[in-house]
């Protein structure tokens, strides 16, 4: 069956870059389209942005321009790269695969930190 | 954007229990929402999408039902397993938003 893993550093110093990948096994990620959400501690899910299986993406106005979306289909992997990051930015970061109008495999999500 | 709320914000049940879960949208998504469960330190679960399709593999003892506006997640007989935080999500348009959760905790 199909599963998603993040990967990442778990800490990263404010203003800098928080670069996260998602790889999928079991699958193709040339079908569907892939979505990052977060979720700081304590708090709720927001949705960050996808990116479609034509490569195509959309994010979350919230975040500004800061959200880059891409996606390696030869390693079956798609990443996030969030910019000039604060402590508002701390949380956990899930990947999950978006189809026919819901969120219905996800990674189980990985812990990241902004500190210095 | 298009707002989500929830209500109750939180809910005390007993294990057989009936809990209703209702979502409210800022404006009408026709049947483009989906239900949630998560549990502490786990991702979240799809339970319901398209307002009342129930997801494979989940228990039948979950419903949901609505449209437009006003959407309902419906537990016929809550179990121990059932005891989470769920979250409503409208699926009409981008940015995809979340509700803000109902949390289900032991009466």
């Not at chain 1, 975040?63 to 508002?88: G, H, P, W, Y």
């Not at chain 2, 998560?38 to 679960?45: C, F, I, L």
């Not at chain 2, 437009?68 to 397993?81: A, H, K, M, V, Y």
């Given at each position: 069956?199909?599963?998603?893993?993040?990967?990442?550093?778990?800490?990263?110093?404010?203003?800098?870059?928080?670069?996260?990948?998602?790889?999928?096994?079991?699958?193709?990620?040339?079908?569907?389209?892939?979505?990052?959400?977060?979720?700081?501690?304590?708090?709720?899910?927001?949705?960050?942005?996808?990116?479609?299986?034509?490569?195509?993406?959309?994010?979350?106005?919230?975040?500004?321009?800061?959200?880059?979306?891409?996606?390696?289909?030869?390693?079956?992997?798609?990443s996030?790269?969030?910019?000039?990051?604060?402590?508002?930015?701390?949380a956990?970061?899930y990947?999950?695969?978006?189809?026919?109008?819901?969120?219905?495999?996800?990674g189980?999500?990985?812990?990241?930190?902004?500190?210095? | 954007?298009?707002?989500?709320?929830?209500?109750?914000?939180?809910?005390?049940?007993?294990?057989?229990?009936?809990?209703?879960?209702?979502?409210?949208?800022?404006?009408?998504?026709?049947?483009?929402?989906?239900?949630?469960?998560?549990?502490?330190?786990?991702?979240?679960k799809?339970?319901?999408?398209?307002?009342?399709?129930?997801?494979?593999?989940?228990?039948?003892?979950?419903?949901g039902?609505?449209?437009?506006?006003?959407?309902?997640?419906?537990?016929?007989?809550?179990?121990?397993?059932?005891?989470?935080?769920?979250?409503?999500?409208?699926?009409?348009?981008?940015?995809?938003?979340?509700?803000?959760?109902?949390?289900?905790?032991?009466?």
């Amino acid at each position: 069956q199909v599963q998603l893993q993040e990967s990442g550093p778990g800490l990263v110093k404010p203003s800098e870059t928080l670069s996260l990948t998602c790889t999928v096994s079991g699958g193709s990620i040339s079908s569907y389209y892939w979505s990052w959400i977060r979720q700081p501690p304590g708090k709720g899910l927001e949705w960050i942005g996808y990116i479609s299986h034509s490569g195509s993406t959309n994010h979350n106005p919230s975040l500004k321009s800061r959200v880059t979306i891409s996606m390696d289909s030869s390693k079956n992997q798609f990443s996030l790269n969030l910019s000039s990051v604060t402590a508002a930015d701390t949380a956990v970061y899930y990947c999950a695969r978006y189809g026919s109008r819901r969120n219905d495999i996800w990674g189980q999500g990985t812990m990241v930190t902004v500190s210095s | 954007d298009i707002q989500m709320t929830q209500s109750p914000s939180s809910v005390s049940a007993s294990v057989g229990d009936r809990v209703t879960i209702t979502c409210r949208a800022s404006q009408g998504i026709s049947n483009w929402l989906a239900w949630y469960q998560q549990k502490p330190g786990k991702a979240p679960k799809v339970l319901i999408y398209a307002a009342s399709s129930l997801q494979s593999g989940v228990p039948s003892r979950f419903s949901g039902s609505g449209s437009g506006t006003d959407f309902t997640l419906t537990i016929s007989s809550l179990q121990p397993e059932d005891f989470a935080t769920y979250y409503c999500q409208q699926a009409y348009s981008f940015p995809l938003v979340f509700g803000p959760g109902t949390k289900v905790d032991i009466k």
